[in-house]
């Protein structure tokens, strides 16, 4: 089975460029979250969708940060404009179901570098 | 501040010895899972211990859970050079279902 895939990998962007972070959950999860990872604040929980619906945003940063699922198979976390504190790696995620059990499964993540 | 807190943030070892990790945390948790971080990888998730579950074991790693203590271990039994790598426990609060939230991390170097 493919697992969670985002892209593009490595990313490096000038300041007030715009960014788009792309997810495909892995088929039949319905609940897809972005995290971001940075070595001052370790992984943190930006936003989580439930069924494409977008459920908790109260993670994302600032208004340059904005998150979109228009189907169950793809999620996007776009900034704009982007900023050097931007840089990290951004961790979309997945998971099947709402039991209390049930594993959440992360891809590669995608390394941002704004300069 | 963050919910889970691994101790020791470092740990040096040499193969075949066993690797002890703690990850305290605050709040009431319906689970808490442990990942494993490779240098420039994504998370892989290790094992997943329920709030009513006191230990699990899967191959080399056993996971021990107390919810009294607000604590949870992770220990590797007979490490390898390729079990190099960061472990994170992260939990899931009763009152915030998906909200994973993470430690800082235990950095783990195995040496042969």
């Known amino acids: 089975d493919a697992g969670v895939i985002q892209s593009p990998r490595h990313e490096v962007t000038e300041m007030g460029q715009e960014v788009t972070l792309r997810c495909k959950p892995i088929?039949?999860?319905?609940?897809l979250f972005w995290y971001r990872q940075t070595m001052m604040r370790g992984l943190e929980l930006l936003i989580y969708?439930?069924?494409?619906?977008?459920?908790?945003d109260s993670g994302m940063p600032e208004d340059r940060f904005s998150a979109k699922m228009p189907n169950a198979s793809f999620s996007t976390l776009k900034i704009q404009p982007s900023e050097p504190r931007d840089s990290a790696v951004y961790f979309c995620?997945?998971?099947?179901?709402?039991?209390?059990?049930?594993?959440?499964?992360f891809g590669e993540g995608s390394w941002l570098t704004v300069v | 501040s963050q919910q889970g807190e691994e101790d020791p943030q470092a740990l040096s070892i040499q193969e075949g010895e066993n690797a002890t990790m703690n990850c305290s945390y605050k709040t009431s948790i319906n689970n808490l899972q442990w990942y494993r971080q490779n240098s420039g990888r994504g998370l892989v998730h290790l094992i997943l211990i329920r709030s009513n579950e006191r230990e699990k074991h899967s191959g080399r790693l056993r996971v021990t859970l107390d919810t009294s203590k607000k604590s949870s271990s992770l220990l590797i039994t007979a490490s390898r050079a390729a079990d190099t790598a960061s472990y994170f426990c992260a939990t899931e609060p009763t009152d915030s279902w998906g909200k994973l939230q993470f430690g800082a991390g235990t950095q783990v170097v195995v040496t042969p």
């Open positions: 969708f439930n069924n494409n619906v977008p459920i908790d």
């Open positions: 995620a997945s998971r099947l179901g709402t039991g209390l059990s049930n594993t959440i499964y």
């Open positions: 088929s039949g999860h319905n609940s």
